[in-house]
C-alpha cells in the first residue's frame, strides 16, 4: 500500500542551525502539507502546497519556514534558524484531489532543538 | 472560527468491552468531512474514519463507528470489541476550505488505554 514516508525519523539539532526535513508523497497526489505537534498538544497546520506554490499557511508558519518540491516527489520544510520552541513531531501529509478526501499522514520527524 | 474540542483526556476501557470518545466542533458551514485519527505509540497519523456532513448515516468501519448528531455539532467515536492494539491517542479532526485550500482542524486527542 502506498504510504507518505518522512526522513530523518529523529534529529536533533542546536538552536540557530537549519534543518530540512524531508518527505516523500505518495506519488498521485496532488496536495501537500505539514502539520506540528508539540509533545503533548494537539497536532497543527502549518502549511499547504499545490501546484508548486503555498495555498495556505498559518501563523505558525513565519519567515523562518520554507517549503518546497524541488524534483516533483520530494516535499521538503525548511527551518532556517531553529529555536528552542521549535522542538516537535513535523508531520508531512499529502491527498489525492481537493477537500472531499482525507489526509495520509507520514511517520513524522522528531525535531530536537539544543 | 473552526474549533474542536475534545472534552475527555484520557478514557480506559476493558479488552473486549465498548468504549465511546467524545468530539464536539464548531463551525458556520453547511458542508464538511469530519475524521478520527489515531496516533499509536508509534505517532503515525492513521485514518480510523470519516463522515462527510451531508450525510445523515452514522459512518461504520468494522469495530469503529460514529454518532455524528449535526445540529448539536457531535462527533463520537465508539470502539466496540476493544483490542488492545486500540490503546493510543485518538484526535477528532474537521476539515475545512478556505479560499480554495484546505486544512485540517484537530482537537486536543483522548489516550485510549485497553485494559487485559
Known amino acids: 500500500e502506498p504510504e507518505v514516508t518522512q526522513t530523518p525519523s529523529h534529529q536533533v539539532t542546536q538552536m540557530g542551525q537549519e534543518v530540512i526535513l524531508r518527505c516523500v508523497p505518495i506519488s498521485n497526489h496532488l496536495y501537500f502539507y505539514w502539520y506540528r505537534q508539540i509533545l503533548g498538544q494537539k497536532v497543527e497546520f502549518l502549511v499547504s502546497?499545490?501546484?508548486?506554490?503555498?495555498?495556505?499557511k498559518s501563523e505558525i508558519f513565519d519567515d523562518q519556514f520554507s517549503v518546497e518540491r524541488p524534483d516533483g516527489s520530494n516535499f521538503t520544510l525548511k527551518i532556517r534558524s531553529t529555536k528552542l520552541e521549535d522542538s516537535a513531531m513535523y508531520f508531512c501529509?499529502?491527498?489525492?484531489?481537493?477537500?472531499?478526501?482525507?489526509?495520509?499522514f507520514g511517520q513524522g520527524t522528531r525535531l530536537t532543538v539544543v | 472560527a473552526q474549533t474542536v474540542t475534545q472534552s475527555q483526556p484520557e478514557m480506559s476501557v476493558q479488552e473486549a468491552e465498548t468504549v465511546t470518545l467524545s468530539c464536539t466542533y464548531d463551525t458556520s458551514e453547511s458542508d464538511y468531512y469530519l475524521f478520527w485519527y489515531k496516533q499509536p505509540p508509534s505517532r503515525q497519523m492513521i485514518l480510523v474514519i470519516r463522515q462527510e456532513a451531508y450525510k445523515q448515516q452514522n459512518a461504520t468501519e468494522n469495530r469503529f463507528s460514529v454518532n455524528f448528531q449535526k445540529a448539536a455539532k457531535s462527533f463520537s467515536l465508539k470502539i466496540s470489541d476493544s483490542q488492545l492494539g486500540d490503546a493510543a491517542m485518538y484526535f477528532c479532526a474537521y476539515k475545512i476550505t478556505q479560499g480554495g485550500s484546505e486544512k485540517l482542524v484537530f482537537g486536543k486527542g483522548t489516550k485510549l488505554t485497553v485494559n487485559p
Open positions: 502546497f499545490y501546484n508548486n506554490e503555498i495555498s495556505e
Open positions: 501529509a499529502s491527498s489525492p484531489r481537493t477537500f472531499t478526501t482525507e489526509a495520509f
